[in-house]
């Protein structure tokens, strides 16, 4: 697969840490830090994009998988919540040091549906593209202009 996506993040004036953002489909947007890190808080944290991110592919790829199976799905909810817990209180964790970044989903199927159809549509959210890239190996490479 090599569809390249390109996003343009460029500081602004707006405020000490207000970025804004432009897709290479023409979309706009701003990110900032929340008031309590020294934010202006102008628009959604690093954070807030990401676990975004993950809940709209997730989202998307359960109404994708539904609609393909002929499924009554009526609506899909996906609640996210990002936190770092310690690696010693982390039983599946590789890391034994340190902090390790724990991302909480809680998903909403509602519909007329057997249980085999939900949890069919709960399972595929795990194969999302963008969950299955923030749990891959992931090489980012960066150069100086």
Do not use: W
């Not at 707006?14 to 628009?43: C, F, R, W």
């Not at 010693?88 to 964790?93: A, K, M």
């Not at 992931?138 to 150069?143: K, L, R, V």
């Amino acid at each position: 697969m090599s569809d390249t996506q390109t996003v343009v993040v460029s500081q602004t004036e707006q405020g000490k840490y207000t970025n804004s953002i432009e897709t290479s489909s023409g979309h706009k947007m701003i990110a900032d830090e929340p008031l309590s890190v020294g934010g202006d808080d102008l628009g959604p944290s690093p954070y807030d994009f990401l676990l975004s991110a993950l809940g709209a592919c997730k989202s998307m790829t359960m109404r994708m998988y539904a609609n393909r199976k002929g499924y009554n799905l009526d609506h899909v909810e996906v609640k996210l919540s990002h936190s770092k817990i310690h690696a010693t209180d982390c039983e599946n964790c590789e890391t034994k040091k340190g902090l390790v970044d724990h991302i909480q989903t809680d998903i909403t199927i509602e519909g007329d549906l057997t249980d085999e159809e939900r949890q069919k549509i709960f399972d595929i959210a795990a194969r999302c593209p963008v969950h299955r890239t923030i749990t891959s190996e992931i090489i980012i490479n960066s150069s100086l202009r």
